[in-house]
T-cell receptor, first 112, second 113 residues
Framework: DAEITQSPRHKITETGRQVTLACHQT?????MFWYRQDLGHGLRLIHY???????NKGEVSDGYSVSRSNTEDLPLTLESAASSQTSVYFC???????????FGDGTRLSIL | DQQVKQNSPSLSVQEGRISILNCDYT??????FLWYKKYPAEGPTFLIS?????DKNEDGRFTVFLNKSAKHLSLHIVPSQPGDSAVYFC????????????FGAGTRLTVKP
């Protein structure tokens, strides 16, 4: 079965470190998204990609970057981790725009 | 500025009764609306959607209603079951946000046996 997997599921790191969260999907979807979930805010879009070599900033992109070198993967990088980036991060994909997105099970990131 | 609002953080209903979850939005250009369900330690899963050309969409026990003039949508679950206990997010896209989705903060539904 096709799926979308995120790794690691949990990570603890220190402020100032670079952190990369992995997202891999086997749906062969062109569209991939990264969200963060915080209490009182729901899910907020960080970055998204509509295909290989395409990346776009979302609502809360400061301090984050993504790259899309193939269809299956969209890694999210925190260049210099800050305590405000402690959150649960979700990756998602969709076949076409304005269609439901399939979500991974999330990465819980704690920055001390 | 939250474009999509779920003003009830939690809702508790008895098994077999109706659950009604509400969502309001501020951007009249949104044209596609969805509901997602989320269990602890899992990602959100798609439940039901509606486009702005409709005012109702049904899928089994789940019905979504859209009132464009009031910028309001609701999710009805009938009858409610204990397995429906989860956090429900509404989401919207369209307008200047294009295909970017804006999510509400979520409503935690508890269905008591």
């Amino acid at each position: 079965d096709a799926e979308i997997t995120q790794s690691p599921r949990h990570k603890i790191t220190e402020t100032g470190r670079q952190v990369t969260l992995a997202c891999h999907q086997t749906w062969n979807h062109n569209n991939m998204f990264w969200y963060r979930q915080d209490l009182g805010h729901g899910l907020r879009l960080i970055h998204y990609s509509y295909g290989v070599q395409d990346t776009n900033k979302g609502e809360v992109s400061d301090g984050y970057s993504v790259s899309r070198s193939n269809t299956e993967d969209l890694p999210l990088t925190l260049e210099s981790a800050a305590s405000s980036q402690t959150s649960v991060y979700f990756c998602a994909s969709s076949a076409q725009l304005n269609q439901p997105q399939h979500f991974g099970d999330g990465t819980r990131l704690s920055i001390l | 500025d939250q474009q999509v609002k779920q003003n009830s953080p939690s809702l508790s209903v008895q098994e077999g009764r109706i659950s009604i979850l509400n969502c309001d939005y501020t951007n009249s250009m949104f044209d596609y609306f969805l509901w997602y369900k989320k269990y602890p330690a899992e990602g959100p899963t798609f439940l039901i959607s509606i486009s702005s050309i409709k005012d109702k969409n049904e899928d089994g026990r789940f019905t979504v209603f859209l009132n464009k003039s009031a910028k309001h949508l609701s999710l009805h679950i009938v009858p409610s079951q204990p397995g429906d206990s989860a956090v429900y997010f509404c989401a919207a896209s369209g307008g200047e946000y294009g295909n970017d989705m804006r999510f509400g903060a979520g409503t935690r539904l508890t269905v008591k046996p």
